[in-house]
């Protein structure tokens, strides 16, 4: 089983993941690069039973998202780094903030999605697929992660 380890800026957070991840996407919208600071947020999807808090205290902070439902963001009480997500309050799917694995490389994104805001001095590989919005799953991902967001209702 490979597992996986990550955390925040200020070392208080720490966690592991249990499994390889279901998926990793790039967001290119407005409201993830205001809430990043940054161009871009990459997130990388895990069941939340495969994701296991090892030290330090997470705040819940609620967010804006582009479909009007927000999100609940999970931060480091201390530095304040975002760690993870919860969407359409459903806490059965953990969005993993991919920058606070140890080894993000490992995970690269598999689509951007709203691209029609993306940056335009971001350079995208012109190989992983692009979305203006959002895509349709069943396109993109595997068999088998289909077969995982299935089995827990996401
Ligand atoms: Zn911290
Ligand atoms: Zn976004």
């Given at each position: 089983m490979n597992i996986y380890h990550g955390g925040c800026s200020c070392g208080d957070v720490r966690y592991h993941i249990t499994k390889?991840?279901?998926f990793?996407?790039?967001c290119h919208c407005r409201l993830c690069q205001k809430q990043t600071a940054s161009a871009f947020i990459v997130r990388t999807m895990i069941e939340s039973s495969n994701f296991h808090l090892d030290s330090g205290?997470?705040?819940?902070l609620h967010g804006a998202t582009g479909s009007g439902r927000g999100q609940e963001v999970y931060?480091?009480?201390n530095c304040k780094?975002?760690?993870y997500s919860i969407f359409n309050n459903s806490d059965v799917m953990t969005f993993i903030k991919t920058a606070t694995l140890d080894e993000p490389d490992r995970f690269p994104p598999q689509a951007h999605i709203f691209t029609k805001s993306k940056l335009n001095w971001v350079n995208l590989d012109g190989i992983t697929p692009c979305f203006d919005e959002f895509y349709n799953k069943e396109n993109i991902l595997s068999a088998e992660s289909l077969a995982r967001r299935q089995a827990i209702g996401w």
């Open positions: 390889e991840p279901i990793t996407q790039a205290e997470l705040i819940r931060r480091c009480k780094v975002q760690i």
